[in-house]
């Protein structure tokens, strides 16, 4: 039994991803015939989308003990399996950045049996965790120190998987808030009135399955592993990790995360094909086999926690670097975007 962390792992190189991804380009340059989108991930969607409305339909006249269970076991499966399929779509994977349209819609129809609106908001604060990851302040994937203090006792870390909906799509907006558009109010709109039709025509019980079903899918659920496997440090020095298991299968290769960090660019679906063109990048590398093993080990683990997670200042990312080569231009940003706004020379 270890001591319990009491601070955050600080990190001051830049993020490893980066340089991973020139040097396997540098040797396989092959790897580029993988970039672009896969328009058969939108099938798996249709498909779990009408598993779901069915389903709704199906228990709204079923006892509260029968609801419970098909509440947790399908409908938290499907939908946590719906929300990271939205992940694909922020990049946008199924039909590529030059058709923003097809994919938007799209990511409103996945979002619908999830029962609140949660794809642009995604989208938008996404970005930030691919280009500052594990910055301070700037990555919306990182725990708060609130968040560490509150939640490293073992009864807080149940506390704490529990709470990953709420934590998880909260974090972003009150740490580092942007502003509201139009897309955000679309989805909100699409979304309260698919919400109410569900409600009129089978019930609170229908609605009570699906919306219930995201907030438990996405909470102590076996699937919720991967919110902890991807980046909590289970071995000193490494930030990201992969899982490779069977589970894969309905979470749209979400378990390839040093696959997906390395390429964003490349459909979930072709994944695995990055390890097998570039293996010596990635065999070495420390990965799970287990979500349910990995939320057992965050939680009775002593030194794992909320801490458990690498931090580092912007001023050791690359993009600080070539930003800050003329050391002449003062770089001033958006405070509710982190977007560069203007950048003026210091006389």
């Known amino acids: 039994m270890g001591l319990r962390r009491e601070d955050f792992i600080w990190e001051y190189t830049d993020e490893p991803h980066a340089s991973r991804r020139r040097e396997i380009l540098a040797k396989y340059p092959q790897m580029k015939k993988l970039f672009g989108y896969d328009w058969r991930i939108s099938l798996q969607f249709c498909a779990t989308v009408i598993i779901q409305v069915f389903m709704a339909y199906m228990v709204r006249n079923m006892s509260w003990t029968e609801l419970i269970i098909l509440t947790y076991v399908v409908s938290g499966t499907l939908n946590h399996s719906l929300s990271v399929g939205l992940h694909e779509l922020s990049h946008n994977l199924a039909f590529g950045p030059h058709r923003p349209l097809a994919n938007r819609l799209l990511g409103y129809f996945a979002n619908l049996p999830m029962g609140v609106p949660a794809f642009i908001t995604f989208k938008k604060y996404h970005r930030d965790h691919h280009k500052y990851l594990a910055v301070d302040g700037w990555d919306p994937d990182l725990p708060t120190r609130i968040e560490a203090k509150m939640f490293s006792s073992t009864l807080g870390k149940i506390l704490y998987v529990g709470l990953l909906p709420i934590t998880y799509s909260l974090r972003p907006i009150l740490v580092m808030p942007k502003k509201i558009d139009i897309l955000e109010i679309q989805n909100l709109v699409i979304q309260l009135t698919f919400d109410f039709l569900i409600y009129y025509f089978l019930g609170y019980k229908s609605l009570f399955y699906l919306v219930i079903g995201t907030l438990l899918g996405l909470g102590f659920?076996?699937?919720?592993?991967?919110?902890?496997?991807?980046?909590?440090?289970?071995?000193?020095?490494?930030?990201?990790?992969?899982?490779?298991?069977?589970?894969?299968?309905?979470?749209?290769?979400?378990?390839?995360?040093?696959?997906?960090?390395?390429?964003?660019?490349?459909?979930?679906?072709?994944?695995?094909?990055?390890?097998?063109?570039?293996?010596?990048?990635?065999?070495?590398?420390?990965?799970?086999?287990?979500?349910?093993?990995?939320?057992?080990?965050?939680?009775?683990?002593?030194?794992?926690?909320p801490y458990s997670r690498i931090h580092r200042d912007y001023k050791v990312t690359s993009e600080y670097a070539i930003i800050n080569k003329n050391k002449n231009v003062q770089v001033i940003r958006d405070s509710l975007s982190n977007d560069i706004v203007s950048e003026k020379k210091i006389e």
């Open 221 to 305: 659920h076996p699937i919720s592993g991967h919110f902890i496997a991807e980046h909590y440090v289970f071995i000193k020095g490494f930030e990201t990790y992969s899982y490779y298991g069977p589970l894969n299968l309905i979470t749209f290769n979400v378990g390839y995360h040093n696959e997906h960090h390395d390429f964003p660019n490349i459909p979930c679906w072709r994944l695995p094909e990055v390890r097998k063109i570039a293996p010596e990048f990635y065999d070495n590398l420390p990965c799970h086999n287990s979500w349910i093993k990995v939320l057992y080990d965050f939680i009775t683990c002593t030194e794992m926690g």
